[in-house]
C-alpha cells in the first residue's frame, strides 16, 4: 500500500477540554495500515522510517453492525476487515461462516491465528473443538487444524498477528482472500 491515491480524511474537530495545539500534533507514527478503520482515518501522507510512503492515523471507532459483508471466494465465508498491517500481514476482522460452510482441509498459518466466537457454534471435525459465543480459540503458527463446519451460521472475530498463509490455499480463487 505505498499508493498515495488512497483518501485522506479531513481532520476531526478538536474535542471540548483538549488544547487545539495537542489535537494537531495528536497524530500515529507514520504507517501502512488497510482495513475499514484505516479507509476512515487517514489524515496525512508521511514517510515512515525506511523512507516508504505511509499515513499518520487519529483513534477511530467503527460500529460493526453499520459495515457491509464482503463475499470471499469460499462458498459460505464473508468478512469486515476492520484493521491490516500492510508491513506484517497481521490483521483482525470479523467473519461468517454460513451453516453448514467452513474450511474443507487441513491447513496451517504463516502466523498465530486468535478467534473469538460471537455468536453461532463453529466445529473442528478432527478434535471436535467447538467455538461457541465466548470462546477463545488460539491455533498456533504451523499447527495443522481443520476442516471445520459451521454447526449455526457463526461468526468470529479473527485475529492474525503476521501473514495468514504460507501460500494460497487451493480453496481460494482469489489471492485476496488469503489475505
Known amino acids: 500500500m505505498t499508493d498515495l491515491n488512497v483518501p485522506i480524511v479531513p481532520a476531526a474537530p478538536c474535542p471540548r477540554g483538549v488544547e487545539a495545539s495537542e489535537w494537531a500534533a ?47 471466494s469460499l462458498a459460505g465465508l464473508s468478512h469486515k476487515a476492520l484493521w491490516r498491517n500492510e508491513d506484517t500481514g497481521a490483521s483482525i476482522s470479523l467473519v461468517r461462516f454460513a451453516k453448514g460452510s467452513g474450511i474443507p482441509s487441513r491447513h496451517a498459518h504463516a502466523s498465530n491465528q486468535f478467534m473469538y ?10 478434535t471436535a473443538f467447538t467455538l461457541t459465543p465466548g470462546s477463545f480459540y488460539w491455533n498456533p503458527r504451523g ?33 485476496a482472500d488469503a489475505r
Open 143 to 175: 499447527s495443522l487444524h481443520g476442516p471445520t463446519r459451521a454447526e449455526e451460521e457463526s461468526v468470529l472475530l479473527e485475529f492474525y498477528d503476521g501473514p495468514h498463509y504460507p501460500s494460497q490455499p487451493d480453496w481460494y480463487s482469489s489471492p
Open 26 to 72: 495528536n497524530l500515529s507514527d507514520p504507517a501502512r495500515y488497510g482495513g475499514t478503520a484505516a479507509d476512515r482515518s487517514r489524515e496525512q501522507t508521511a514517510a515512515d522510517s525506511t523512507g516508504t510512503a505511509a499515513y499518520r492515523f487519529r483513534e477511530i471507532l467503527l460500529h460493526t453492525g453499520e459495515l457491509e459483508w464482503a463475499t470471499k
Open 117 to 126: 466466537c460471537l455468536q453461532g457454534r463453529y466445529l473442528y471435525v478432527p
